[in-house]
């Protein structure tokens, strides 16, 4: 069984400063990691995606991740946030042995002008 | 772009009404999703579909059903709505297990 743990519900940051978003997963076999966001009243979109190789990936809109195997972590980071970054964000694991893709509880994002 | 379609934004309906959720999406993904969000809890999944008439258990399927006729449609079924359903549900759709899910704007379901 897999497992996502986000341990922040909430994380407030002002504008222009940098932010980390946790994201723990447990799994006993290779993974795929996702990270959505969500902003009000829309569906999730695709943020970032580890599948393998290169264990650091970015987005097109200034975001990154980290994939790191021996902290079994996937941390969210952005060196500085815009008010249009306020959102949810969800950490999302799969793999190979399973099409169910298991969802973090969310971060909610607030950026303070 | 993959279109992901809910057939409703908001819905408000009573206890013990039958109600259906339609999703249909337009790039012949094999895979489709019906998915509830709650605050604090998440995506949690409730049924899947990785072909047409075929489908798959998620992690709450009490109280819900499913119909996949077609490949581009998929449908949420709550035979006897209660209240503890009242909840965002959100389908979504991919290609293979390697590629991203892909998301419509989800229905708000309000059970009176």
């Known amino acids: 069984a897999q497992s996502v743990t986000q341990l922040d519900s909430q994380v407030p940051v002002f504008e222009e400063a940098p932010v980390e978003l946790r994201c723990n997963y447990s799994?006993?076999?290779?993974?795929?990691l996702f990270w959505y966001v969500q902003y009000p009243n829309q569906g999730l979109q695709l943020l970032l995606k580890?599948?393998?190789?290169?264990?650091l990936v970015e987005s097109i809109n200034g975001f990154e991740a980290e994939f790191n195997k021996s902290q079994t972590s996937f941390h969210l980071r952005k060196p500085s946030v815009h008010i249009s970054d306020t959102a949810e964000y969800f950490c999302?694991?799969?793999?190979?042995?399973?099409?169910?893709?298991?969802f973090g509880k969310g971060t909610k994002l607030s950026v303070i002008p | 772009d993959v279109k992901v379609t809910q057939s409703s934004r908001y819905l408000v309906k009573r206890t013990g009404e039958k109600v259906f959720l339609e999703c249909v999406q337009d790039m012949d993904h094999e895979n489709m999703f019906w998915y509830r969000q709650d605050p604090g809890l998440g995506l949690r999944l409730i049924y899947f579909s990785y072909d047409v008439k075929m489908k798959e258990k998620g992690d709450i399927p009490e109280g819900y059903s499913v119909s996949r006729e077609k490949k581009e449609r998929f449908s949420l079924i709550l035979e006897s709505a209660s209240t503890n359903q009242t909840s965002m549900y959100l389908c979504a759709s991919d290609v293979r297990r390697d590629q991203p899910q892909h998301f419509g704007d989800g229905t708000r379901l309000s059970i009176l």
């Open positions: 580890y599948l393998s190789g290169s264990t």
């Open positions: 999302a694991v799969s793999g190979p042995l399973t099409h169910q893709l298991t």
């Open positions: 799994s006993s076999v290779s993974v795929y």
